[in-house]
């Protein structure tokens, strides 16, 4: 039996790839909700989704077994917990929370209620960042000794609103991309920061405080360090992931987006490799391990943890930023330095 979803949020994301993502993976998509019943049936009927609603009640109690949550980021904590205590599986979009002592509460009610939770971290789910961890697990580099990230990149006009005007809608390119890349260091590297120390500014996009680029540097359990940099303001740069390792480097480009593109390359002694990977959709792939997971197999591809280690890390990023001072990691306590 097909997963029935109900949308949390009249989104860009929900419709640029989770509608055609959940459908790709044998879902449906029964019902959206929006603050406003006007922009929820606008919606529905763009989307063909067959019902649209404007209070949270009202979408809960549709037959559904699932909600996605992809509203500003200061409602996932509220339209979280409603959704667990009705009961559902929640996958829902980063930062869980604005907080990661909120982010810890709904994974923990999660839990509590037996409920599939998920974050909806993509990058975990490319093909590309699939072979550099696998190729790293199985000693490809030797020990890996520093990571390098380059996700800076210019915010599309149709999205230059909340991200850039709302602080307390949980803007800001730290709880929008820094969320991501400490993900996909995590993920690719099989390792947890445990330090941080950012730089941030506000180069001409955000206003009321808000920062639009964030250069950070990381330590990790293992000794490994990382450099990061997330951008709003940046047309021409370009992505990137490298890895460097004591017998080798991945070298991986064009690899921090939404699509399954970019290439992987391997040096090492024995000259350059392009590595070969699975190019499916990258939410679509999400979609299928979340409903794998309702079946009772396996786990969802991020977490709840994995969604407060991201929230975490960002938000000590955040600290370091204000303090000047390196900042300790910690997804049990939050930043507390
Ligand atoms: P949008 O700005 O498109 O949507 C967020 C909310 O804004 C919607 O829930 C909607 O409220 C409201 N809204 C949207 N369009 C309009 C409009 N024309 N007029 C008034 N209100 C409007 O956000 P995104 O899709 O970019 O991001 C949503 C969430 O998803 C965020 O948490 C973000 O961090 C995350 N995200 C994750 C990505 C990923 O790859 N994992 C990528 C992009 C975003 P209502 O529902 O009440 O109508």
């Known amino acids: 039996m097909s997963v029935r979803w109900g949308l949390i949020g009249a989104s860009t994301i929900a419709r640029q790839f989770m509608i055609n993502a959940i459908r790709a993976a044998d879902g449906?998509?029964?019902?959206?909700?929006?603050?406003?019943?006007?922009?929820?049936?606008?919606?529905?009927?763009?989307?063909?989704?067959?019902?649209?609603?404007?209070?949270?009640?009202?979408?809960?109690?549709?037959?559904?077994?699932?909600?996605?949550?992809?509203?500003?980021n200061e409602l996932h904590l509220e339209q979280g917990m409603a959704a667990i205590k009705a009961g559902t599986h929640v996958l829902c979009e980063?930062?869980?929370?604005?907080?990661?002592?909120?982010?810890?509460?709904?994974?923990?009610?999660?839990?509590?209620?037996?409920?599939?939770?998920?974050?909806?971290?993509?990058?975990?789910?490319?093909?590309?960042?699939?072979?550099?961890?696998?190729?790293?697990?199985?000693?490809?580099?030797?020990?890996?000794?520093?990571?390098?990230?380059?996700?800076s990149v210019f915010l599309p006009e149709n999205l230059q609103g909340w991200r850039i005007t709302r602080p307390k809608a949980g803007g800001g390119v730290v709880l929008d991309i820094t969320v991501h890349d400490a993900d996909t260091l995590r993920f690719v590297l099989g390792d947890d920061p445990v330090e941080i120390s950012a730089f941030t500014q506000s180069a001409g996009m955000a206003d009321s405080g808000l920062e639009d680029g964030a250069m950070c540097i990381w330590r990790f359990k293992s000794g490994v360090i990382a450099q990061s940099h997330e951008g709003f303001t940046t047309k021409f740069a370009g992505t990137g992931f490298e890895v460097h390792g004591s017998e080798g480097s991945l070298i991986a480009t064009?690899?921090?987006?939404?699509?399954?593109?970019?290439?992987?390359?391997?040096?090492?002694?024995?000259?350059?490799?392009?590595?070969?990977f699975d190019r499916e959709d990258l939410y679509t792939r999400s979609l299928r391990?979340?409903?794998?997971?309702?079946?009772?197999?396996?786990?969802?591809?991020?977490?709840?943890e994995d969604g407060i280690?991201?929230?975490?890390?960002?938000?000590?990023?955040?600290?370091?930023?204000?303090?000047?001072?390196?900042?300790?990691?910690?997804?049990?306590?939050?930043?507390?330095?």
């Not at 909120?102 to 490319?126: C, E, M, S, W, Y």
């Not at 391990?289 to 709840?304: D, N, V, Y």
């Open 309 to 337: 280690w991201s929230l975490a890390s960002a938000e000590a990023a955040l600290q370091s930023s204000k303090t000047g001072k390196a900042v300790t990691i910690d997804p049990k306590l939050g930043s507390m330095n």
């Open 94 to 151: 980063k930062p869980l929370a604005l907080t990661s002592a909120d982010a810890r509460k709904l994974v923990a009610a999660a839990k509590a209620a037996g409920i599939v939770f998920g974050t909806n971290h993509h990058l975990r789910n490319a093909g590309a960042h699939r072979a550099m961890r696998e190729a790293i697990a199985a000693g490809r580099i030797g020990k890996p000794v520093a990571a390098r990230v380059f996700h």
């Open 254 to 276: 064009n690899v921090m987006t939404q699509k399954p593109i970019g290439s992987v390359l391997l040096r090492t002694a024995s000259g350059e490799e392009e590595l070969s």
């Open 28 to 72: 449906e998509v029964a019902a959206v909700m929006s603050s406003s019943a006007e922009r929820a049936e606008a919606y529905a009927r763009e989307n063909n989704i067959p019902a649209a609603v404007s209070t949270l009640d009202a979408l809960l109690n549709k037959d559904i077994d699932a909600v996605y949550i992809s509203t500003t």
């Open 289 to 304: 391990q979340f409903h794998a997971a309702i079946r009772g197999e396996g786990q969802p591809s991020a977490t709840g």
